[in-house]
């Protein structure tokens, strides 16, 4: 099965999103991790309450904030655009995303990126679906 991180700085908001929704509409195409370079102590809370909203995903019973050498080798990495070099990590693949981040803005503004992330995972779903079907 395909491995994709998806990092972010404090893998607290867009890559927990992106985590979940990888997690609930993807499962059958890749495996979805999220990382960061620094940690919060929690999810952000409004990413937490939107999803579980929207999607019925309780972010907090399966993710916690982890850093990037907590999770296993990927191929796939997939960095939100938080703006900064992004160390290292060996991939066969990487894309950034170019997300605004949320945090602290309107639940409208918040649900926009959520939206967008939704989108992305399922573009990424359908890309990595034919890599798939072509190594067949």
Not at 38 to 49: E, G, T
Not at 56 to 73: N, S
Not at 83 to 110: I, Q
Request: hydrophobic fraction near 40%; include cysteine.
């Amino acid at each position: 099965m395909i491995k994709v991180a998806f990092v972010c700085v404090h893998n607290s908001c867009r890559s927990q999103i992106a985590e979940a929704l990888g997690k609930h509409l993807a499962k059958d195409v890749f495996e979805s991790y999220s990382a960061g370079t620094k940690l919060k102590d929690a999810i952000n809370p409004d990413a937490v309450r939107l999803m579980r909203e929207i999607y019925g995903i309780d972010m907090e019973e399966a993710q916690r904030p982890k850093l990037l050498e907590e999770i296993p080798p990927v191929d796939v990495v997939i960095t939100m655009g938080c703006n900064v070099d992004c160390p290292y990590l060996p991939c066969k693949f990487r894309e950034d995303w170019g997300l605004a981040d949320p945090t602290g803005k309107s639940d409208d503004e918040f649900v926009a990126v959520i939206r967008e992330i939704e989108d992305k995972i399922g573009q990424l779903a359908e890309r990595l679906s034919i890599k798939k079907g072509d190594a067949r």
